[in-house]
């Protein structure tokens, strides 16, 4: 085949002007592709970090909406009808899903290797907030129905809340969620027991319900977040900023539903019983950080306590009073105890929030000689006479 003059010097001429303007116009659309690209990135940062000066907003203000929404459920209960047990349990997973991404199987195994903590709380929980029930009762002359119920409050578990306000106070959530765990475990035998021995009113309750709820309501959101941060890390990065907004919209749905139910009993209640229950919470928390900072914990360990001290699961109170009491009036204070509990905990923990913690400049040793770490093996060995390794 043979080509025709001229045809091969047609390209020749014109084909350098037209990769000189191919490659013109494709720098150009590259740079303003990443102009674009460099803009957007902007956009997003700039709408990200509104987000999350609003997120730090809203959750420093989470007294404000508990007081918000308490007002709203009193005004109109049935503003809360919707809100059914379902969705009731679905929030307090959320609740705990929210804390649960939070934290990794290591924290878990540090807090369990030195017990003392859960020990200590466990106590205040189970010994103190009872007895300071009843001289509270007493001392304000409360009715003998009355009086049944500020102790019942007193001698349940620490409430699911708590982690929350644990978390806002930048205290020890992982610590928080194993006491809430042991304290609601221990109402098992617990409250029965304590009623018992204070009030001499058998409280029958339900043991495997309590235990089947705290592993549906508790355990297993904490599992999911733990296992996500543990293996999907990135993704949980993402999400994270969300954790607490989530946590804050949740309590505040549930304070809200439950006072929606009960509001007969707290508007018929009287300043001589808000009293009392207020300062039950309000002493509670401030004893429940005095004594563990007196036997030498740490302040992030003490905020933890107290917080977790102050905050008992007022709910379930009001369902223990409603079923095993036959007055009445034994459910009033519990019902009470809803608002009051939430509103302590969250002005606890936003005050704590903007307080920092000054890391000590020396570790002290004899911190070690207080609290060893736990050894289960030499612990079970001197507990049935045998030998340490």
Request: charged share 10%; with cysteine; proline share 6%.
């Amino acid at each position: 085949l043979k080509v025709a003059p001229g045809l091969n010097t047609v390209p020749q001429q014109f084909s350098a002007p037209l990769n000189a303007s191919a490659l013109k116009a494709t720098s150009s659309s590259l740079q303003m592709a990443a102009a674009a690209s460099s803009e957007e990135e902007t956009t997003g940062a700039k709408i990200f970090k509104a987000y999350t000066k609003t997120a730090s907003l809203a959750t420093t203000l989470f007294p404000l909406w508990t007081v918000l929404f308490t007002g709203i459920a009193l005004k109109s209960p049935s503003s809360f009808d919707w809100f059914t047990t379902d969705y009731f349990t679905g929030a307090l997973a959320a609740l705990m899903l929210s804390m649960g991404i939070t934290l990794k199987p290591t924290d878990f195994v540090k807090v369990a290797s030195r017990p003392n903590a859960v020990l200590m709380q466990f106590t205040l929980c189970y010994a103190m907030m009872p007895v300071l029930a009843l001289t509270l009762g007493k001392a304000f002359g409360l009715d003998p129905s009355l009086l049944a119920g500020l102790v019942l409050v007193g001698s349940i578990n620490g409430g699911q809340a708590s982690n929350l306000c644990t978390y806002i106070a930048k205290g020890n959530v992982a610590l928080s969620v194993l006491m809430t765990t042991a304290t609601t475990l221990g109402a098992i035998f617990m409250t029965p027991v304590l009623c018992k021995a204070l009030l001499g009113a058998v409280v029958p309750v339900d043991a495997a319900g309590i235990a089947m709820s705290t592993i549906q309501v508790v355990l297993a959101p904490i599992a999911i977040g733990m296992t996500l941060n543990q293996y999907a890390p990135k993704f949980v990065e993402k999400i994270l900023p969300f954790a607490p907004v989530v946590g804050v919209v949740s309590t505040c749905l549930l304070v809200a539903s439950a006072v929606a139910q009960v509001v007969d009993p707290i508007l018929s209640a009287g300043l001589s019983l808000q009293f009392p229950i207020l300062l039950l919470h309000l002493l509670g928390g401030l004893i429940g950080y005095m004594l563990p900072r007196l036997t030498g914990f740490g302040e992030v360990a003490s905020r933890t306590m107290a917080i977790e001290t102050s905050m008992k699961s007022s709910a379930f109170g009001f369902l223990l009073a409603k079923l095993h009491f036959g007055d009445y009036a034994a459910r009033v204070p519990a019902a009470v105890s809803v608002v009051w509990m939430a509103l302590t905990g969250s002005i606890l923990a936003v005050i704590w929030r903007y307080i920092p913690v000054t890391p000590p400049k020396t570790f002290d040793r004899s911190l070690l000689e207080k609290y060893p770490p736990f050894k289960p093996k030499e612990a079970f060995g001197k507990l049935f006479g045998g030998k340490k390794d």
